[in-house]
């Protein structure tokens, strides 16, 4: 099953939020396989997105993202990496579909609330880097509801 890195950003645990992002993911059918409330240090946000470091916007990102905690989880499912970037919606939110997250509950790039990976390849860097012990496996005990 395909694997994908979604974080709930400050802004969106500051803004209760955490429910309602949870809510959809688990809605559409994807299942939760590891999630934890953390306050990452300057050093390891800069990990996370060393891929922006050349970006003007880099340092107010890093800021952004280590200004408060943030909920980090592991969602799986057929396709989640591309779905999980629909749910999303685009990165502007100005340009964000309503009925997306960022489209329903965001109006500024800096502030858009959530993070998905954007490939799985990503995905997987992604997970090993905020879940070095891996997800959790329960796939044993999952009932054919919606996957074949
Ligand atoms: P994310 O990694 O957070 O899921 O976002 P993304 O792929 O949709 O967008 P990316 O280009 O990777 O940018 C990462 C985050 O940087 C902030 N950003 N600010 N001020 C700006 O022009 C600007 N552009 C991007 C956003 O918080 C974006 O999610």
Do not use: C
Request: glycine share 10%; no cysteine.
């Amino acid at each position: 099953m395909e694997h994908t890195f979604i974080m709930v950003k400050p802004d969106g645990v500051q803004r209760g939020l955490v429910g309602e992002i949870i809510s959809r993911f688990e809605k559409k059918g994807f299942y939760l396989k590891g999630m934890k409330l953390m306050k990452v240090d300057r050093k390891f946000a800069e990990k996370h997105y060393a891929d922006l470091s050349a970006k003007p916007f880099f340092k107010s990102l890093v800021e952004y993202i280590i200004s408060g905690p943030v909920v980090a989880m592991i969602w799986a499912g057929k396709n989640v990496v591309t779905t999980g970037r629909k749910i999303i919606g685009a990165t502007n939110p100005s340009e964000s579909a309503p009925g997306t997250i960022r489209g329903d509950f965001a109006v500024e790039v800096g502030r858009n609330v959530i993070h998905g990976s954007d490939s799985v390849e990503n995905a997987k860097k992604e997970i090993a880097l905020w879940f070095p012990d891996g997800a959790v496996n329960w796939e044993s005990s999952l009932r054919p509801w919606i996957s074949e």
